[in-house]
């Protein structure tokens, strides 16, 4: 049996994106704006934007899973 993703349990209405060009690569910062939780990655300079955004929010939904998990939040 597969283990159950904790992501699906995540609830992210809004997503702060901030994208920066760093040389052939984009420093994207995403922020949950009702917990204040910010993860930071870096993407291809010719990722769309889709792409970077459905990463992003993955990525946030994770450290939040983990931090819910963990019991600080």
């Given at each position: ?9 995540v ?7 901030e ?8 420093r ?8 204040g ?8 300079a010719?990722a ?11 990525k ?6 983990k ?7």
């Open positions: 049996m597969a283990a159950k993703d904790p992501r699906k349990d609830y992210l209405p809004e997503i702060l994106l994208i920066r060009r760093v040389g052939k690569s984009l994207v910062t995403a922020i949950d704006p009702i917990t939780i910010e993860v930071i990655m870096v993407a291809p010719n769309t934007r889709a792409v970077i955004k459905r990463n992003a929010s993955r946030l939904a994770h450290v939040i899973a931090k819910k998990g963990a019991g600080e939040l």
